[in-house]
Nanobody, 126 residues
Framework: QVQLVESGGGSVQAGGSLRLSCAASGRTFSTYAMGWFRQAPGKEREFVAHISWGGFTTYYADSVKGRFTISRDNAKNLVYLQLSSLKPEDTAVYYC???????????????????WGQGTQVTVSS
């Protein structure tokens, strides 16, 4: 079992920045790839970013590429999502999730992730 706790959400104006954190329990965190998803009211959960277990490979949704950065600190069992140049359409609950799959195909598919956090709210005003 892995427990995930997100933090760092809040309310910002368009153009602002936030850094989300995801704290993971367990000694095997460094062996998992991790992902971030988001869900806006009335919309389906959508992929945001993915990072390999060692942090060497990352993937991003086109909608956030160049504005968001995913990173991790395996010594601290933390995954980060730096949000910059925020837009009102980035408003959503942001979730981190564990990816234990052995390949990096379809990292955008929510069903490949095993454990999810409770989410943290990000609200961007215009």
């Amino acid at each position: 079992q892995v427990q995930l706790v997100e933090s760092g959400g809040g309310s910002v104006q368009a153009g602002g920045s936030l850094r989300l954190s995801c704290a993971a329990s367990g000694r095997t965190f460094s062996t998992y790839a991790m992902g971030w998803f988001r869900q806006a009211p009335g919309k389906e959960r959508e992929f945001v970013a993915h990072i390999s277990w060692g942090g060497f490979t990352t993937y991003y949704a086109d909608s956030v590429k160049g504005r968001f950065t995913i990173s991790r600190d395996n010594a601290k069992n933390l995954v980060y999502l730096q949000l910059s140049s925020l837009k009102p359409e980035d408003t959503a609950v942001y979730y981190c999730a564990v990816d234990r799959a052995s390949d990096y195909y379809n990292v955008g598919e929510a069903q490949r992730y095993d454990y999810w956090g409770q989410g943290t709210q990000v609200t961007v005003s215009s």
